[in-house]
């Protein structure tokens, strides 16, 4: 973000008072010439701070510090706001998956491999459909069932919440396994957190609550 000079600051203060406004009433405001004003109406339009319709003039761009705001809450990194994963065996059955989603209150489990790597991702979704016509949940291995590596949509804790957000509205998904490599090996993960669309929607709420403080 541009850090804004005095004047532009004038400027932006007279635009946000009076606006839709001319650049030749600015500058009579200012005891200013147009042309020494330009610059600086130069880079408050090109910032965003203020938008310019012609024969109409300028005017404050209301949406500007909102948009401002959500994108430094969106830029935060995934590390500062990664819950805890819940962790099962790929091996435990369905029937102990559905009710270890209950007594976690999660709506993702993480099955992890015996090197305790990354293996699979067990949805609501994924429980339910293996619910439908087996009869035996307690036989049936979460692994039959998940979705496996390399299918597996990750993301690292040095990312933005804004590629978290990203990702799981592109691949349909209502969260992200938090991942850190294992020294260079593809497809290989240390399960770290994870994210989901309600830590998203937490991070809006503390934008719009520090916004009416
Ligand atoms: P739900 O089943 O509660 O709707 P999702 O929308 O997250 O939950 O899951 C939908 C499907 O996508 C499931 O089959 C699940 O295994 C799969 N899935 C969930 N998260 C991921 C992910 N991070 N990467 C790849 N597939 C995923």
Do not use: C, W
Not at 137 to 163: A, C, F, K, Q
Not at 166 to 175: F, P, R, V
Request: zero cysteines; aromatic letters at 6%.
């Amino acid at each position: 973000m541009i850090k804004l000079s005095k004047r532009q600051d004038e400027i932006l203060e007279i635009v946000k008072q009076n606006g839709p406004i001319t650049g030749k009433e600015i500058a009579d405001k200012l005891s200013l010439s147009r042309a020494a004003l330009r610059p600086d109406l130069a880079i408050l339009t090109m910032s965003g701070n203020i938008d310019a319709r012609p024969r109409v003039g300028y005017f404050y761009n209301e949406n500007f510090k909102v948009k401002r705001t959500a994108e430094k809450y969106l830029q935060q990194k995934v590390n500062n706001y990664k819950a805890h994963p819940i962790v099962v065996g790929k091996s435990i059955s369905v029937y102990d998956a559905i009710v270890q989603l209950f007594l976690e209150d999660v709506g993702t489990l993480y099955a992890v491999n015996s090197e305790g790597h990354l293996a699979g991702v067990i949805s609501r979704k994924d429980l339910l459909r293996a619910s439908l016509g087996n009869s035996n949940l307690s036989e049936l291995p979460v692994s039959v069932i998940m979705t496996r590596m390399p299918n597996i949509i990750t993301i690292s804790p040095e990312e933005s919440l804004l590629e978290a957000a990203k990702k799981m509205i592109q691949n349909h998904i209502d969260s992200l396994p938090v991942v850190r490599d294992v020294d260079g090996q593809e497809n290989t993960y240390l399960l770290v957190g994870r994210i989901t669309k309600t830590t998203i929607t937490r991070a809006y709420l503390e934008m719009m609550e520090e916004k009416s403080d």
